[in-house]
Nanobody
Framework: QLQLVESGGGLVEPGGSLRLSCAASRFSLDFYAIGWFRQAPGKEREGVSCISSITGSTYYADSVKGRFTISRDNAKNTVYLQMNSLKPEDTGVYYC??????????????????WGQGTQVTVSS
């Protein structure tokens, strides 16, 4: 089974930046679409961004558009989420997920099985 490990979370002041990483072991991510999700305390998990496998096409939730950037480095078998201009409402546990696909676009609804353990992001002064 595909194992995903997130890292890069932490405590940052509003307006600050963090870069999250999602690394895979035992399997190549080359043909997997990768997504980032987050869950704030007391709220449901929400989709943040995803990137397709072949074309690198991306999707962003309206709440993070223009502030977050998803990218992938297949040589390192890692996907990144660069988060800039962070706001307190960005606080939560961030998870990465993957599904096998060679479709040109990713689909946030298709992430069902392969999830990481999450990394905490706290935006607070």
């Amino acid at each position: 089974q595909l194992q995903l490990v997130e890292s890069g979370g932490g405590l940052v002041e509003p307006g600050g930046s963090l870069r999250l990483s999602c690394a895979a072991s035992r399997f190549s991510l080359d043909f997997y679409a990768i997504g980032w999700f987050r869950q704030a305390p007391g709220k449901e998990r929400e989709g943040v961004s995803c990137i397709s496998s072949i074309t690198g096409s991306t999707y962003y939730a309206d709440s993070v558009k223009g502030r977050f950037t998803i990218s992938r480095d297949n040589a390192k078998n890692t996907v990144y989420l660069q988060m800039n201009s962070l706001k307190p409402e960005d606080t939560g546990v961030y998870y990465c997920a993957a599904y096998f696909s060679v479709q040109p676009r990713c689909d946030m609804a298709a992430f069902r099985v392969n999830w990481g353990q999450g990394t905490q992001v706290t935006v607070s002064s």
